[in-house]
């Protein structure tokens, strides 16, 4: 229940199209989806996140869209860049009760962006 | 503001060794949470601080342990090192607003334990 399910595990687009990652999750006490982006060398960043009162959130060219009832949420780039190339973890956390900033993240998705 | 710093970026271990692991966070943010990062198991969590108090704490054995200064800078410790514990350690810090999500993380400090 503690899992968060990230699909795919790579992605290759090519420049100007659009990018999407899926995850998945069990646990009904999650109350915070971040998405975080990764580049070689460097920590996570947090790059857009949501929470489950609201179905879509846009920020730029990065989109989240949230589906409480099928405990999915999926994060769109359109007109991907190269310089969009990176992992991209989802994550989640809100344990229920009790201060806490834990995170559970997916398993991450490499994305290439072709030029 | 500075970010995250983490010492050392890079070290090399052997196993049955220990090793300490030190987080500065950003000034002002009192929660400092670290993270194990690896290809397979990729990014899980360790234990968090908030005060000098460990807030929660992961799926981990005893051998890992941190702990927090009353300045908010933390270390983790991992004794009697195993190959397996070869990862990327992420320390994050946030300020006092739980279940946001918003950590702000460090390079990390890349341990090879041969």
Redesign the interface.
Known sequence: QQQVKQSPQSLIVQKGGISIINCAYENTAF????WYQQFP??????LI?IRPDVSEKKEGRFTISFNKSAKQFSLHIMDSQPGDSATY?C?????GG???????????TLLAVQP | KAGVTQTPRYLIKTRGQQVTLSCSPISGHRSVSWYQQTPGQGLQFLFEYFSETQRNKGNFPGRFSGRQFSNSRSEMNVSTLELGDSALYLCASSEDRPNTGELFFGEGSRLTVL
């Open positions: 109350d915070y989806f971040p060398g460097k920590g996570p960043a947090l996140a973890f994550a989640a956390s809100g344990q009790g201060a806490t900033n834990k995170l559970i993240f997916g398993t991450g």
